[in-house]
């Protein structure tokens, strides 16, 4: 038996009554369905996520962005080398089955604990309760790097202090640092930046107070199908933030 073969035109045809056009309380979805070779129709179609404006298809209001949500490719009857019919799916409306908006933001606050050293703690540095000095500090120093009796005994009060709690084996305190992340939803892709760069003002609203912060994250993630660019960008907040090693922004 014969194999069968596409005797029609060789181009892809739009179909009469296409594209066919829905909107409801969620969002918009338009099916477009060509005709044409099936071994044609199968590399035809827009990939998952791609994006165009209704204006393409003659819709109104013509700038308002729909995604591809599906592609079916299917062989009319006759095999691989006979026709096909090709259906696409576009849309915005998200999996979740809400409403896609322009741009929407999120902002969160919260606190992450920080381990730092023990000598850094306030009660060692200037103007704590057993405030460490520079030959205190040294002394202090060269019994962390050998903890002999005689390194040991030149210690002054405030360094017993401070070697007490390093023999019960405390070398470190945690510190609450505020995190600030702000997540933006959009139906254009983000450009990310500005990572390692500190501030002196506070990057979101809500943040506390009395803080330099500095940039840490600022990613952008694809949301498929419809719901567009999700960008997130994260800030660190500390006392104090070397201006040596980070760049400084308004």
């Known amino acids: 038996m014969p194999t069968p073969t596409w005797k029609g035109s060789t181009a892809v045809q739009p179909q009469p009554g296409y594209p066919r056009f829905r909107r409801d309380a969620r969002g918009i979805a338009v099916t477009m369905q060509y005709r044409g070779p099936y071994a044609t129709l199968r590399t035809y179609g827009p990939a998952i996520g791609d994006d165009i404006v209704l204006g393409a298809f003659e819709l109104e209001p013509d700038d308002e ?30 999996n979740s089955g809400g409403l896609l908006v322009a741009s929407t933001t999120t902002i969160e606050v919260d606190f992450a604990a920080v381990e730092r050293p023990l000598l850094l703690h306030p009660r060692y540095c200037t103007g704590g309760a057993k405030a460490l000095d520079t030959a205190a500090r040294k002394k202090v120093e060269t019994w962390e790097a050998d903890k002999s009796a005689a390194n040991y005994a030149a210690l002054t009060a405030e360094g017993l202090d401070y070697a007490a709690k390093v023999l019960k084996g405390t070398t470190s305190y945690l510190v609450g640092a505020p995190i600030a992340r702000k997540t933006t939803r959009s139906t254009t892709a983000p450009t990310v930046s500005s990572v390692g760069t500190r501030s002196a003002t506070a990057p979101v609203s809500g943040a506390p107070s009395g803080y330099q912060w500095l940039k840490i994250a600022d990613r952008a993630v694809r949301q498929a199908p419809a719901s567009g660019w999700e960008r997130v960008e994260e800030w660190q907040g500390a006392k104090e933030i070397d201006a040596d090693l980070y760049t400084g922004v308004i």
């Not at 006759?78 to 576009?90: K, N, Q, S």
Request: aromatic share 6%.
């Open 65 to 94: 962005i729909v995604f591809c949500e599906s592609v079916d490719c299917q062989p009319d009857g006759a095999g691989e080398a006979g026709p096909g019919t090709l259906t696409v799916v576009y849309s915005n409306v998200p």
